[in-house]
C-alpha cells in the first residue's frame, strides 16, 4: 500500500491549530469565573408542607357610614373635606350655588313680609269695628240702666200724683226701647265678632301656607351648604370645586370609625382555602402601611366569580384615615404546598418573590439562579414556595453581588 506524505507547509498548518486550541481551552479554564463560598454560606434544607398564601385585593371599609347627596342643583363652590379626613356632625363640608333657588326665596320671602303686614291691617280695622260697637253697647247699657232706674222709682211714687200718666208712659217706652237697642247692639257684635274670627282665621291660614313654603325654600337655600349628619371620617369624596351636580347626585361617605373591617375579594376558586381564622397580612402601596389579622367571616357566594372575606379592626390602630382605600391582602390559606425556610436574608426588601443560588443535584460546584415565591415573611425566616419534596441546597450570596448570574461556579472553603 502507498504511502502519502503531507506536504510539510499543512502538517504545520495543523500542529499550529492543535496548538492553539490547547491554548484557549486553558485560557477558558483559566479565566472561568470561581466563587470563593465558606462552607458557613452554603445551606442545605428540608422541604415541608406549608400553607399556601393567597394574594387578593381588599378595601377598608365601615360597617356603619351615610352618604351625603346634594339636595339641590347648583355650582360647587367650595369642597371642604378630602377623603380620609375627619369631619364632626354639623361642620360643613360642599357648598353649593344656586342663584335661582336664592331669587325665588326673596321673592317669597318679599310676598310672606308683605302679606304679614297686610293681615295686621285687616285684623285692625276689623278689630276696630269690634271695639266700636262694645263702646256703643257700654253706653246703651248705662242709658238703659239708668232709664230701669227712674222707671222703678215712677212706679214706687205712682200713687202720690207727684208725676203725670204720661211720664210714666214714655219711661216705660224708654226702657223697652233701649232694651231692644241693646239687643241689636249685641246681636250686631256677635255677628261681627263671627265675621271677624272667620276673616282672622283665613288670613292666618293664608300666611300660615306662604310660611310653610317660605321655610322650605329657607331649608333649601340652608341645605346648599351642606353638612355631615354625623361624626366620622371622609371615605370617598365625588365632587370638586366648579362642578355641576343635580338634586340626589352622591357627594361624599362619612364613616364610622369605631367598626372598621376589610372587605377581601377572593377569586371564587379558593373557595376550600379560606376559612375564619386565615392569618391576613394587609399591606397600602400608597402609605406602605402594613396590618396583620385574622380572618372574621367568609361569605362563599359567588359574585363575577369572587366570594368575600372580612377581617375587623380595631380604630385602634390608627388606620380610620384610610377608610375606602385599597390594600393588598396576603391570605394564608387552608391549602398545603411544598415550602423551605430560610433565615431573614439582609438584601431581601419585601416582595413576593426572591431569587437564590441552588446547588445543582448533580453538581456541587454550580449554583443556579433561582426565583422562589415568598409564601411568608416573618421576623427572622422566610418561608418560600417550592414545586418539589427533595432537600434544597442554597448559596447565601446576594444575586445582586455578583451580577444575578445565572449560573455561579463555586470553591467551597472551610
Do not use: C
Not at 242709658?143 to 200713687?159: C, G, K, M, P
Amino acid at each position: 500500500m502507498d504511502v502519502v506524505i503531507a506536504p510539510r507547509y499543512k502538517l504545520k498548518t495543523r500542529i499550529l491549530l492543535a496548538v492553539f486550541g490547547l491554548v484557549a481551552l486553558a485560557f477558558f479554564f483559566l479565566k472561568t469565573d470561581r466563587i470563593d463560598v465558606p462552607k458557613s454560606k452554603i445551606l442545605a434544607l428540608q422541604t415541608k408542607p406549608s400553607n399556601s398564601v393567597v394574594v387578593a385585593s381588599a378595601v377598608l371599609e365601615s360597617a356603619s357610614y351615610r352618604s351625603v347627596a346634594a339636595s339641590s342643583s347648583g355650582i360647587v363652590k367650595a369642597v371642604a373635606v378630602n377623603s380620609g379626613s375627619a369631619i364632626d356632625a354639623g361642620q360643613i363640608a360642599v357648598e353649593i350655588v344656586n342663584n335661582a333657588l336664592i331669587d325665588e326665596y326673596d321673592t317669597a320671602l318679599y310676598e310672606y313680609e308683605t302679606e304679614q303686614v297686610n293681615s295686621e291691617i285687616r285684623k285692625s280695622e276689623l278689630r276696630e269695628v269690634i271695639i266700636d260697637l262694645e263702646g256703643k253697647i257700654g253706653i246703651a247699657q248705662l242709658e238703659l240702666e239708668e232709664a230701669q232706674l227712674n222707671h222703678r222709682a215712677y212706679i214706687e211714687l205712682i200713687d202720690t200724683g207727684s208725676y203725670s200718666k204720661l211720664t210714666f208712659t214714655k219711661s216705660e217706652f224708654l226702657v223697652k226701647r233701649l232694651t231692644a237697642q241693646l239687643a241689636s247692639l249685641s246681636n250686631l257684635k256677635k255677628l261681627k265678632s263671627g265675621i271677624y274670627e272667620s276673616q282672622i282665621d283665613n288670613f292666618d291660614k293664608k300666611l300660615s301656607l306662604r310660611k310653610r313654603a317660605l321655610d322650605i325654600l329657607k331649608r333649601k337655600v340652608e341645605e346648599l351648604k351642606i353638612v355631615s349628619p354625623l361624626t366620622g371620617i371622609v371615605s370617598e369624596v365625588n365632587v370638586n370645586i366648579g362642578d355641576s351636580v343635580t338634586s340626589g347626585q352622591f357627594l361624599f361617605d362619612i364613616s364610622d370609625p369605631q367598626n372598621l373591617s376589610f372587605s377581601i375579594s377572593i377569586p371564587e376558586y379558593y373557595f376550600n382555602a379560606i376559612d375564619v381564622g386565615n392569618r391576613v397580612s394587609f399591606y397600602n402601596p400608597q402609605t406602605e402601611k402594613s396590618i396583620n389579622l385574622s380572618v372574621s367571616s367568609v361569605n362563599k357566594i359567588s359574585v363575577n366569580g369572587h366570594f368575600v372575606a372580612r377581617a375587623q379592626l380595631a380604630s385602634s390602630s390608627n388606620a380610620d384615615s384610610l377608610i375606602g382605600s385599597e390594600w393588598t391582602a396576603k391570605i394564608r390559606s387552608n391549602k398545603l404546598i411544598n415550602a423551605l425556610e430560610v433565615p431573614r436574608l439582609s438584601w431581601y426588601e419585601g416582595g413576593d418573590f426572591i431569587k437564590l443560588y441552588v446547588l445543582a443535584d448533580d453538581d456541587t460546584s454550580t449554583a443556579q439562579l433561582t426565583e422562589f415565591q415568598v409564601v411568608e415573611a416573618k421576623q427572622a425566616a422566610l418561608v418560600l414556595a417550592t414545586n418539589t419534596t427533595d432537600p434544597i441546597t442554597i448559596v447565601l450570596i446576594s444575586p445582586a453581588q455578583v451580577d444575578n448570574k445565572s449560573y455561579l461556579n463555586l470553591n467551597v472553603g472551610g
